[in-house]
RNA sequence: GCCUCGAUAGCUCAGCCCGGUAGAGCGGCUGCCUUGUAAGCAGCAGGCCGCGGGAUCAAGGCCCGCUCGAGGCUCCA
């Protein structure tokens, strides 16, 4: 048995034509039913009145979730390819509505053995949509050893000599099913029979940037907060908000005009709730006093405010709006809010440009692709990284194929086009920029869009050469994506580095800290505190291991803290003035140079970055530890 | 949201199958060592065994619920 299930906000439909014998009597007329669950279902062979009522049991229970009584049962061939006698058919169907109606659900039925004809309206809500799909094997769990012999298909016989049956062999010879052996004490053999059934990589584990977020200091997860709104330590912090800063100097630099704009917005406010009603699920919802807020998902709303509220012409466009949103909050379904990758508070720089039209969107749309290509590869994710796909209607690429074939060109790499028939969203075109995991799964980093929708849902107009109000066209980009997943990124490709035998490491002017200096013995520490101030006085985050362990482990703690240069300090150095240091980029190799050498040959590789001093103290023994 | 798995010291984990005194390594603290490029030695402290309930003379271990995490599915405007 297969259904399709759908929360309607309404469904009409009208009986046109019998299309087998034993159709049952109804009449040509249009139905129409408010507010009710829809059950399309197809019967297959094999189908029962016990799995009638169990499909009807599960559509209790969602009835439950959604606060709803009301069903409709329709059939509906087209689900299967297996389908039942339609005498059997018609038995369960009625057999599910007799069930319904004896449960207490208000059940409504379309007639069977008809081609009809149907309009229905889906709620957007998350659960609205659902697909079910039910066998009698599932339904009675009948003993191995009782089972009879049964006419079984070729095809179902083939299945069979295909599966794998999995057991564990035992000291005494016996063999227990996998499903049934306990493998406490014993997770290597575990971790072997998953990786032998699953036959694909190890793929059960974590994501790498996960336990790296949290040995590096960089960010953690909060149980005393949502899932997804995670906590920062002094590291993270520094990183983060030297991106933050990357980033908004960069928009800033193409024209774009910093706004801030507030967290949570009036549910009741007309110019947002004809856009909210298609997403209810998805916000973090509070409520204060007599009103009803939510919590902003994007910077969209605050800057089509602004511009709602702006006077401008088209003299002063494109007019480009930015804030980086600290934070923007989508509440993500539980089972996907994974690390870094996906929050449900999340950093999200965001600039709106308001465009006279398609010439100047598309011409201020390449400028964009520029700034987002090179604003990555500044971050440190470069074409090797990461994959574009581009979206559009066919109507679009008609008239505009030349501007697409462009930006191809313009990225050198093969992209990929996702074409629709017809526009179902508020835009016209549409980039996304997608890394690549070590899972293998993709995350999506710039964005831009031509918005054609949203200047006339939100009354934003400029005035033309003649005097008249027009709508502009809205460009929606993200030049980065969310700055989380730019630390996302940056740690699975360093784990990836690290794979592929290479030292893993941030770019340097993100990392914490990046000159660490490590005195041969406390004789030294003055003198080389002398040579940090030096070294900080040109803004370089340097410290000093002034721990009570070993050289070496200091050395090795550096290493795995991702220093990018380390430097021992003794008599030889102090007297020489001639640095020994060790460079993380050249696998740990070891170089001479002065440090005036030293501080030229940093500044030079983090010129034009921000700078923010180091976070912690400077001397490692006064610092706490965030995590063990 | 669904299915599966997990949660024990600050961290990583053993103990659970078969109920009967809470374990290791790292980290921390104290002391020794004062060091030349990836783990020096010794001692000490550290536990509501995630939270709540149940069965049991007795639960870290069994049963149920919840929270948080992970993998898969679904989703990703």
């Not at 006419?151 to 000599?161: F, G, I, M, N, R």
């Not at 960010?219 to 995670?230: H, L």
């Not at 140079?593 to 103290?617: C, F, H, Q, R």
Request: hydrophobic share 40%; aromatic share 10%.
């Amino acid at each position: 048995m297969r259904i399709l299930q759908l929360h309607s906000d309404f469904i009409v439909f009208k009986p046109l034509e019998k299309e087998i014998e034993i159709a049952e009597e109804a009449k040509k007329e249009e139905n129409r039913i408010e507010e009710a669950l829809v059950l399309f279902i197809a019967i297959e062979e094999g189908d029962n009145s016990a799995l009638a009522e169990k499909a009807i049991d599960d559509t209790r229970a969602f009835l439950g979730k959604l606060g709803a009584n009301r069903i409709l049962i329709y059939p509906f061939a087209h689900l299967s390819s297996n389908l039942s006698k339609p005498t059997e058919a018609l038995k369960i169907i009625c057999a599910m509505e007799a069930y319904a109606k004896n449960k207490g659900v208000e059940t409504y039925r379309a007639p069977f053995g008809w081609n009809k004809q149907f309009t229905i309206s889906i709620k957007g809500h998350p659960l609205a949509e659902q697909s079910r799909s039910y066998t009698p094997e599932s339904q009675n769990v009948v003993p191995c050893e009782s089972k009879q012999e049964e006419t079984v298909s070729e095809a179902l016989k083939a299945e069979d000599t295909m599966k794998s049956y999995w057991h564990v062999l035992q000291t005494d010879g016996s063999l227990v099913p996998i499903e049934e052996f306990k493998f406490k004490g014993n997770s290597n053999l575990q971790k072997f029979s998953q990786y032998e059934i699953k036959k694909t990589r190890a793929v059960t584990q974590m994501p790498p940037h996960v336990p790296l977020m949290k040995r590096l200091e960089i960010a953690d997860y909060e149980a005393g907060s949502d899932p997804g709104n995670i906590r920062w330590y002094p590291k993270g912090r520094l990183i983060k908000s030297l991106l933050e800063q990357y980033v908004s100097a960069r928009v800033a630099e193409y024209g774009g005009m910093e706004v801030e704009t507030p967290l949570m917005y009036d549910f009741n406010h007309p110019s947002l709730s004809s856009y909210l009603n298609r997403f209810p699920a998805r916000q973090y919802v509070l409520k204060s006093e007599d009103k009803e807020l939510f919590l902003r998902f994007a910077a969209c709303f605050g800057q089509f405010l602004i511009a709602h509220d702006a006077q401008f012409s088209y003299k002063q466009m494109p007019v480009k709006l930015y804030e980086l949103t600290r934070y923007s909050f989508r509440r993500e379904k539980s089972g996907e809010v994974v690390g870094l990758k996906r929050l449900r508070a999340f950093t999200m720089p965001d600039c709106h440009a308001l465009c006279t039209d398609i010439e100047q969107a598309k011409k201020e749309f390449i400028i964009r692709f520029d700034l987002c290509i090179d604003v990555l590869d500044n971050i440190g994710l470069t074409k090797d990284d990461y994959e574009i796909a581009i979206r559009f209607t066919r109507e679009f690429y008609n008239e505009h194929g030349d501007f697409i074939a462009a930006v191809a060109a313009k990225f050198g790499k093969p992209i990929l086009a996702e074409v629709w028939n017809e526009r179902f969203f508020y835009f016209a075109l549409k980039w996304d920029l997608n890394f690549i995991d070590n899972q293998d799964k993709a995350a999506a980093l710039s964005t831009d869009q031509i918005d054609v929708e949203n200047a006339k849902r939100y009354g934003i107009t400029y005035v033309d050469e003649k005097g008249e109000k027009q709508f502009p066209l809205i460009l929606h980009c993200s030049p980065s994506g969310a700055i989380e997943r730019d630390i996302y990124a940056l740690l699975e490709k360093a784990y990836r580095e690290q794979m592929k035998g290479k030292p893993p490491m941030l770019p340097l002017w993100l990392s914490p800290t990046q000159v660490r200096l490590i005195p041969i013995s406390d004789k030294f520490l003055d003198q080389v505190e002398v040579l940090a101030k030096q070294v900080e006085s040109h803004c370089i985050r340097v410290d000093i291991d002034d721990s009570a362990s070993t050289l070496q482990k200091k050395i090795r703690e550096a290493e795995q803290e991702w220093v990018p240069y380390i430097i021992v300090v003794g008599e030889k150095e102090i007297n020489s003035g001639l640095l020994s240091v060790r460079i993380r980029e050249v696998k740990g190799s070891q170089q001479q140079m002065t440090v005036d050498n030293l501080i030229s040959k940093v500044t030079e590789k983090i010129a034009g970055k921000p700078y923010k001093p180091l976070p912690l103290p400077m001397y490692i023994s006064k610092r706490p530890q965030f995590h063990g």
